[in-house]
């Protein structure tokens, strides 16, 4: 059994014709989030280039006092400054030296950083959201591609946040209105039979 079938209200595959994966945040920061699902991450982004599949990382981080907006407020004033070790991504993250990372200042990946128009411009029409925290920049980037007419799919396992109430919570609001469920299973099992 998946490991969403509880929240699953629609089924369908990504076409890895058309998709591209998005790898938000798998920063220093956050390594004691990220670092129980990097197993399934960096399956999902192996699973992706195995097909062809563009593989697109942010990385959160503030350059000044300008671009602070609600986020220093709202974490009392505990955010990631540029160039400091919290703001690298982790060293096991399954990356290349060539792969793209977007430099976002909040939780959406798409506000100011170029990332609808380079994905139009690869082609991609689907986007598979992974990455922490779950609720807050994957959840928020995924409803953002939704609006931008990006159809979402949301992996389960390759997604993590601070707790599981809010980790499923996101899963469910997800389902309901924004993206279809996967994990890695589910990707290999869609990716190997349109390969066929």
């Given at each position: 059994m998946n490991s969403y079938k509880k929240f699953e209200?629609?089924?369908?595959?990504?076409?890895?014709?058309?998709?591209?994966?998005?790898?938000?945040?798998?920063?220093?920061?956050?390594q004691s989030i990220a670092r129980p699902i990097l197993p399934a991450l960096n399956s999902t982004i192996d699973l992706c280039r195995r097909s062809s599949v563009p593989v697109l990382?942010?990385?959160?981080?503030?350059?000044?006092?300008?671009?602070?907006?609600?986020?220093?407020?709202?974490?009392?004033?505990?955010?990631?400054?540029?160039?400091?070790?919290?703001?690298?991504?982790i060293p096991d993250l399954h990356r290349s030296d060539s792969d793209s990372v977007i430099l976002k200042n909040t939780y959406s990946a798409f506000r100011d950083t170029g990332l609808e128009e380079r994905l139009k411009e690869m082609g991609v029409e689907e986007v598979i959201v992974s990455g922490v925290m779950t609720n807050l920049c994957c959840e928020t980037t995924a409803r953002d591609a939704f609006i931008r007419g990006f159809r979402v799919f949301?992996?389960?396992?390759?997604?993590?946040?601070?707790?599981?109430?809010?980790?499923?919570?996101?899963?469910?609001?997800?389902?309901?209105?924004?993206?279809?469920?996967?994990?890695?299973?589910?990707?290999?099992?869609?990716?190997s039979n349109s390969n066929n």
């Open positions: 209200i629609r089924k369908r595959d990504p076409d890895p014709k058309s998709v591209g994966l998005l790898v938000i945040d798998i920063q220093n920061h956050f990382f942010t990385r959160h981080c503030h350059k000044s006092p300008a671009d602070y907006s609600m986020l220093y407020e709202w974490w009392s004033g505990e955010i990631i400054i540029d160039g400091t070790p919290d703001s690298q991504l949301f992996s389960t396992d390759a997604t993590a946040t601070s707790s599981s109430e809010l980790h499923e919570a996101t899963l469910k609001n997800m389902a309901y209105g924004f993206a279809y469920l996967v994990d890695c299973n589910t990707l290999q099992h869609s990716f």
